[in-house]
């Protein structure tokens, strides 16, 4: 499985920006694609995942703020962060997995290789 990222950058408090992460490779079994992130000095941080299903998860930190979104017939998940803050600032890290419901089975994680964000104050 392949995970290639876009869309980081330098943006001002206040503003917005849009990751993409698209995969491919043997992706078939891969139900779960999301974001973690990971500032200087700090442990890597779950951001936003979404299932196959649609169904999203948000840190507290970010709710309200940022939007995962799913293409499936793209195998691209996207990340809307919007009223970015400079605490915001970090390696974003895109991240798939299998997931068996109903079950504590989790596949192998695969990551991409981060895209920079910087948010300026």
């Known amino acids: 499985v392949q995970l290639v990222e876009s869309g980081g950058g330098l943006v001002q408090a206040g503003g917005s920006l849009r990751l993409s992460c698209a995969a491919s490779g043997s992706i078939f079994r891969i139900n779960s694609m999301g974001w973690y992130r990971q500032a200087p000095g700090k442990q890597r941080e779950l951001v936003a995942t979404i299932t196959s299903g649609g169904s999203p998860i948000y840190a507290d930190s970010v709710k309200g703020r940022f939007t995962i979104a799913r293409d499936n017939a793209k195998n691209t998940v996207y990340l809307q962060m919007n009223s970015l803050k400079p605490e915001d600032t970090a390696v974003y890290y895109c991240?798939?997995?299998?997931?068996?419901?109903?079950?504590?089975?989790?596949?192998?994680?695969?990551w991409g290789q981060g895209t920079q964000v910087t948010v300026s104050s």
């Open positions: 991240n798939a997995y299998e997931y068996i419901s109903g079950s504590s089975y989790r596949g192998p994680d695969y």
